[in-house]
């Protein structure tokens, strides 16, 4: 399978001042997937503009044709399983199919106590996710769903005439750990990592690498555990948050060089985030635009 790549473009432009030029624009570059963060506010742009991920998708599948959307990735911080679910079954009516969830368990950043909770600890968002996701697949795929969890609750919660996608729109599952890599085996169509948090700092890029060839290890053990072939999951990669950091956006070459590494461990996706000057992700635009060109070619 030919390495797919996409983007992830940060909700904090207004729509009308440049955010909406960029989802068209990415998807001319010929990218996959366009994705969002779904958060309430994130890291650096905590005191500056930000938007919701849903109603920003929702634009961007109005003033787009064939790109996916997506989010990456959204989270039980905030979101519960019976009203996402009807805002995901509207959004891939809206864009004609073209909605993949990215989800994940959440973190502990501004979110988790933006509705005024106390944060949840590592074991706590773990067992949420472990409720959340298995709920959203029944919501999303069966027409009335009643259910008691020890979080999260539906009764009668009608889903007609569910997503244009069948049996139900993809869910892409973001885990490390043993629980979530689980879940991903289970009700994944993709599994997506970051790398290893730990080695963000002062690990060194061949570190990544087997720190995710780990990862992709447990991961197929979970999936032989359930009867599931690993190679049917596609696995998405979101660059930024390993040790070489911005540096594979340098040049064409050094991304080629970074993407190939990444596709010897099985993946298929590699999601890079659109420019933002004066951020942690601040790149050279043209340099970018002419990875989202050539890079899909000489990977093959």
Not at 120 to 138: G, I, K, N, Q
Not at 216 to 235: I, Q, S, V, Y
Request: glycine share 10%; hydrophobic share 40%; proline share 6%.
């Amino acid at each position: 399978m030919s390495l797919r790549l996409s983007t992830v473009i940060l909700p904090y432009r207004r729509w009308h001042e440049g955010g909406r030029t960029e989802w068209q624009r990415a998807e001319r570059l010929g990218f996959h997937t366009a994705y969002t963060y779904d958060h309430l506010s994130w890291r650096g742009f905590r005191d500056g503009p930000w938007f919701g991920a849903v109603p920003t998708l929702t634009a961007a599948a109005g003033v787009t044709d064939r790109i996916r959307l997506g989010t990456l990735v959204t989270s039980p911080n905030f979101r519960h399983p019976v009203t996402l679910a009807k805002e995901l079954i509207s959004l891939d009516d809206i864009s004609g199919g073209r909605v993949t969830l990215g989800v994940g368990a959440g973190g502990s950043g501004f979110d988790a106590t933006a509705l005024g909770q106390e944060p949840w600890t590592p074991r706590e968002r773990a067992d949420r996710f472990a409720e959340f996701v298995p709920l959203l697949d029944r919501l999303l795929t069966e027409d009335t769903v009643s259910y008691e969890g020890a979080f999260y609750s539906a009764h009668e919660a009608r889903n007609i005439p569910s997503s244009v996608q069948r049996p139900r729109l993809p869910l892409a599952v973001a885990a490390t750990g043993p629980r979530g890599l689980r879940l991903a085996a289970r009700y994944g169509q993709a599994w997506v990592t970051t790398g290893d948090p730990k080695l963000y700092e002062n690990g060194t890029p061949d570190q990544s690498v087997r720190a995710i060839r780990g990862q992709a290890d447990k991961l197929a053990d979970a999936c032989a555990a359930l009867g599931r072939d690993a190679h049917e999951l596609d696995k998405v990669l979101l660059t930024g948050f390993t040790p070489d950091r911005g540096r594979p956006l340098r040049s064409l070459d050094a991304f080629v060089d970074f993407a190939g590494r990444h596709r010897e461990l099985g993946f298929t996706e590699i999601v890079i985030h659109w420019p933002i000057p004066g951020s942690e992700f601040d790149a050279d635009q043209k340099i970018f635009e002419r990875i989202a060109m050539e890079a899909p070619a000489q990977l093959g």
